[in-house]
């Protein structure tokens, strides 16, 4: 898992020591060791530089093709959306709305009560 993720070479470091981008990598590659069959993940892309983003969001692709389920909580939508199937836009403790990318970002409910009418991909 440690060179399947990029992070042998901080092996022997600790958690302190590590950057945003490796903490994420650590974390997923943590919770693969029980072979889950749904992987929760709570903003992932928070606190990270983009090219860590880009890094995890791969992970994430990845480990999609392979056929884990995985649910993710973000506030960056454009992260999030590029790379799932379906969303669900939570307001309120309530659904709101929901369904694939396209939907989502033309769905007038979603620009009014999150994304705003200038929103773009």
Do not use: C, W
Not at 57 to 69: D, E, M, P, S
Not at 87 to 94: K, M, N, S, T
């Amino acid at each position: 898992l440690l060179h399947q993720f990029g992070i042998e070479r901080i092996a022997k470091n600790t958690a302190l020591t590590l950057s945003g981008g490796e903490k994420r990598r650590l974390t997923i590659a943590r919770s693969l060791v029980t072979k889950p069959k749904l992987l929760m993940l709570d903003e992932p892309f928070s606190g990270v530089d983009p090219i860590a983003v880009y890094d995890v969001q791969q992970i994430i692709v990845n480990l999609r093709k392979l056929g884990l389920a995985i649910m993710i909580t973000d506030h960056n939508v454009r992260e999030t959306l590029s790379i799932v199937d379906r969303a669900y836009l939570i307001f309120e403790g309530r659904v709101e709305s929901e369904g694939t990318k396209d939907f989502l970002i033309n769905d007038p409910i979603s620009r009014q009560l999150y994304l705003g009418e200038r929103f773009k991909m």
